[in-house]
């Protein structure tokens, strides 16, 4: 009788920790972050094929994306797939690009800057020019020369975007917090 008390006892001592465990981990993976494993070699160097990332899924719900930083979204084209490219361009900017050198035109350079972009290793020449809407952003992959991205699809509504690249947690020898993060105008 002792023994059948003790199993009962460890039975829901067992199912409240379980419960209790879902309801921390579930809303953290639905509401704040998100696992994304790399597929393809469009950011090489930057990210790898197979490397597992975590997406900070709350940023864009309190501050807009910003430029070069390295998001996740849904492919406008199929919403099923998920593609991980860099911002490039922003809502109302225009993205000229001439040869492998991108210019940007907004209200605060009327005139255009050229897009430091010393992170892209592989280029590719492109002649394409493409004004941005109102939550509507210009995305391409760090190896130009094999990433499908708005230069030939068009921009990603905010609405698309799930997330911005937080961690990288494997391989481990590449651990990183903010990882493909560059300083550039």
Do not use: H
Not at 21 to 47: D, L
Not at 62 to 75: H, S, T
Not at 105 to 125: A, H, M, R, W
Not at 140 to 162: E, F, H, P, Q
Request: aromatic letters at 12%; proline letters at 5%; glycine letters at 4%.
């Amino acid at each position: 009788m002792e023994e059948e008390k003790s199993n009962k006892q460890s039975f829901w001592e067992l199912a409240r920790f379980a419960l209790m465990a879902i309801a921390i981990v579930v809303p953290i993976r639905i509401f704040i972050a998100q696992p994304f494993i790399v597929s393809g070699s469009s950011m090489v160097p930057t990210f790898e094929d197979g490397q597992y990332l975590i997406i900070d899924e709350i940023s864009y719900r309190l501050n807009d994306p910003k430029r070069n930083d390295v998001v996740v979204f849904r492919y406008p084209n199929d919403q099923e797939k998920f593609f991980i490219k860099r911002i490039i361009g922003l809502p109302n900017e225009t993205v000229d690009i001439k040869g492998d050198v991108v210019i940007i035109f907004n209200t605060e350079y009327p005139s255009g800057f050229i897009l430091d972009q010393s992170y892209v290793k592989n280029t590719i020449d492109n002649n394409v020019r493409y004004e941005l809407k109102n939550n509507e952003y210009f995305v391409m992959g760090d190896n130009r020369s094999a990433s499908s991205d708005s230069r030939y699809w068009g921009a990603v509504s905010k609405k698309l975007l799930i997330g911005k690249v937080f961690l990288r947690l494997l391989p481990i020898s590449k651990i990183d917090i903010l990882p493909g993060s560059y300083s550039l105008k």
